[in-house]
Nanobody, 131 residues
Framework: QVPVVESGGGSVQAGGSLRLSCKAS????????MGWFRQAPDKEREGVAV????????TYADSVKGRFTISQDNAKNTAYLQMSSLKPEDTAMYYC????????????????????????WGQGTQVTVSS
């Protein structure tokens, strides 16, 4: 697991957009799953989107498909989550995580499993969407 720092959250009205950033502390992020997760009050943490650094392969949760886009800048060891058409139900604390993986095929399972980890999370960044 790689230490990460999330940023970019804020408060927006429904229909608005935000871009989150995830800066990873690593020499190089070759062959990593980098993912975004979120946790709303009184709900379990869920995986939102993941990208495999080696190929740029992406996977999204059904709840955000077509509205959120995950991308990366490997030169900056940074992943982004562009969120558009935001809904009040997107309100949550958003977290990022990165772990080595040998194949992009592993990232979907990693996104689900990593969400269940109780520890090794950063401070996150709060996203609040008002109606």
């Amino acid at each position: 697991q790689v230490p990460v720092v999330e940023s970019g959250g804020g408060s927006v009205q429904a229909g608005g957009s935000l871009r989150l950033s995830c800066k990873a502390s690593a020499y190089r992020l070759d062959n990593y799953c980098m993912g975004w997760f979120r946790q709303a009050p009184d709900k379990e943490r869920e995986g939102v989107a993941v990208i495999y650094s080696g190929t740029g392969t992406t996977t999204y949760a059904d709840s955000v498909k077509g509205r959120f886009t995950i991308s990366q800048d490997n030169a900056k060891n940074t992943a982004y989550l562009q969120m558009s058409s935001l809904k009040p139900e997107d309100t949550a604390m958003y977290y990022c995580a990165a772990d080595q993986a040998t194949s992009p095929l592993l990232c979907s399972g990693w996104l689900r499993g990593r969400a269940n980890d109780e520890k090794d999370w950063g401070q996150g960044t709060q996203v609040t969407v008002s109606s």
